[in-house]
């Protein structure tokens, strides 16, 4: 890192004064858009002589929005046609939600910064008869609409009452089934709701104890390629580098459990002065056998902080819950688990 910094010291001085266009690659969605144009216009600011172009372009996951998210996994399903753009030069930079952003990026790709976080937590959202109701006094047989096995297994394991029902689509499509009567609440990302100006219809922020969030939810990461120092230093303008220490331990400690297979992971991460606290949980599919563990240390580190917990969660019975899925889904097939989890 220090080295890089230093070949950043003399290389700025180009940097201003280069004509060249640099370009932007997003998803086309709204979410997407909302995103890139602010880092677009953050990047406008800090660089007023530079011109940034934004490429819209579809993902593999764009295109599949009827089937359900936890049945087609998350292995770069919304990253790699951008990340192929940044490969062949079309692109000198994406822009992700940094949930969506696999653990281990390509060759001759990174992670070249992590924007400030909006609040990382998840949200119910009401249908209007629900008016009253918070997640603890919604009736026995609610329909709670969630794609994600994170949010299931978690609200399963504090609410077994619930029905939980898949559901797909963009927020827009999502808050229209919701309205319809399709669902009796919904669980979605607070920081995509924010950010497409649906802050209103947040209902209850829901604590860490009721559900930990997924690792990166609410911050941006954008990625680039490993050998182009000027657009590094472009992007450490809009480093932020507490979220981007939280952000470092929760997704080593997402990289150390995850066995190349779908498992429910939440985290939570704070810092005070120097030192970061990670909480992390892995969980069964059914939400019965929950192991959770917190850990304290130097934000510096935080990427061992990540690896250390994930290490202590497999010897107090994550290992346990990982080998079942994992054999579950050699047994079965990933798709029929997944099927089984989220249809009921
Ligand atoms: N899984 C899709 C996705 N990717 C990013 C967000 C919201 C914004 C964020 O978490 O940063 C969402 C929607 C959601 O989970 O409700």
Redesign the pocket.
């Known amino acids: 890192m220090r080295k890089i910094n230093n070949r950043f010291l003399y290389m700025s001085a180009n940097i201003a004064n280069s004509t060249q266009t640099i370009r932007i690659a997003s998803r086309k969605s709204q ?1 997407a858009l909302v995103q890139t144009y602010w880092v677009q216009a953050q990047l406008q600011k800090h660089f007023p002589d530079r011109t940034f172009e934004v490429e819209m372009m579809s993902t593999q996951g764009d295109k599949i929005l009827d089937v359900p ?1 936890a049945k087609i996994g998350d292995k770069g399903l ?1 990253t790699k046609e951008l990340e192929v753009k940044i490969l062949d030069r079309s692109a000198d930079l994406a822009v992700h ?4 952003l696999p653990t281990n990026l390509p060759e001759g790709l990174m992670l070249g910064c992590v924007t400030e976080r ?1 609040n ?1 937590a ?1 949200a119910l959202v009401v249908n209007a008869k629900h008016a009253g109701a918070q997640l603890e006094t919604l009736p026995p047989g609610a329909v709670i609409g969630t794609s ?1 096995l994170r949010r299931l297994a978690q609200l399963r394991h504090h609410f077994p009452h619930f029905v939980f029902k898949d559901v797909r689509g963009n ?1 827009n499509t999502r808050l229209a089934k919701l309205d319809a009567g399709e669902y009796d609440a919904l669980i ?2 607070a ?3 924010q ?1 497409l100006d649906f802050g209103d219809r947040i209902h209850q922020l829901i604590p860490a104890e009721l559900s930990l969030h ?1 690792v ?5 990461g954008i990625e680039c390629r490993t050998e182009d120092p000027e657009i590094l230093e472009i992007l450490q303008t809009l480093q932020h580098q507490p979220t981007a220490y939280r952000c470092y331990a929760e997704r080593a400690f997402l990289r150390e459990l995850e066995g190349g297979c779908q498992v429910p992971i939440g985290v939570n991460t704070t810092i005070d002065g120097d030192n970061l606290t990670l909480v992390g949980m892995v969980s069964s599919l059914d939400g019965q056998r929950l192991v959770t563990d917190t850990i304290t240390g130097a934000a510096i580190n935080a990427e061992q902080l990540g690896k250390d917990l994930a290490h202590r969660l497999r010897s107090q019975g994550a290992q346990t819950i990982l080998d079942e899925i994992f054999a579950l889904v050699e047994r079965d097939g990933l798709k029929k688990v997944l099927d089984e989890q989220t249809n009921s």
């Open positions: 979410l998210l919304f939600s940094l949930k969506d909006e990382p998840d994600s927020v979605l990302a920081a995509g709701l950010r997924a990166g939810q609410g911050a941006l």
